[in-house]
């Protein structure tokens, strides 16, 4: 069973919500292993209602960023057999964005102090559409 098929007791709304708590100015950080599980639970219920995802990483290095991509993607029931070409062209911090529809990214440089992961859910119902998070960068490794 994947990730994305796996059973959760929270209700559409619940799951906005905890997402919404995690989209903010000042970053809110995963205080237990109950609020990381509830919170794989919220993105995974979203994102297996819209019809597809922009994936926005911010890491320390390309090696970290990509690691933390596969993860998602592995999370969210994408295929993860892509090769990254840019990885040792890039230097220093990353700015990653992967489109899950296109199933393409566009690797930078990045200069801002930010980590994690943001999720920008694209559907046809208003109520799922908009961006999410930062979340960690580990939030589904080892899921």
Do not use: W
């Not at 969210?76 to 040792?88: K, Q, R, V, W």
């Amino acid at each position: 069973m994947s990730a994305q098929q796996q059973s959760t007791n929270l209700t559409v709304e619940e799951a906005l919500k905890i997402l919404k708590e995690y989209s903010c100015v000042q970053l809110k950080t995963v205080e237990s292993q109950a609020d990381r599980e509830q919170l794989r639970q919220a993105l995974l219920l979203v994102t297996s209602l819209s019809e597809y995802e922009n994936l926005g990483i911010c890491a320390d290095n390309a090696k970290e960023g990509f690691a933390a991509l596969s993860s998602y993607l592995q999370a969210l029931g994408y295929d993860t057999n892509f090769e990254p070409t840019s990885i040792a062209e890039t230097q220093g911090a990353i700015y990653l964005k992967f489109n899950t529809q296109k199933m393409s990214y566009y690797l930078d440089s990045y200069t801002g102090s930010y980590r994690g992961v943001l999720v920008s859910c694209q559907s046809e119902n208003d109520t799922l559409v908009g961006t999410y998070g930062h979340f960690p960068l580990d939030l589904f490794s080892n899921y």
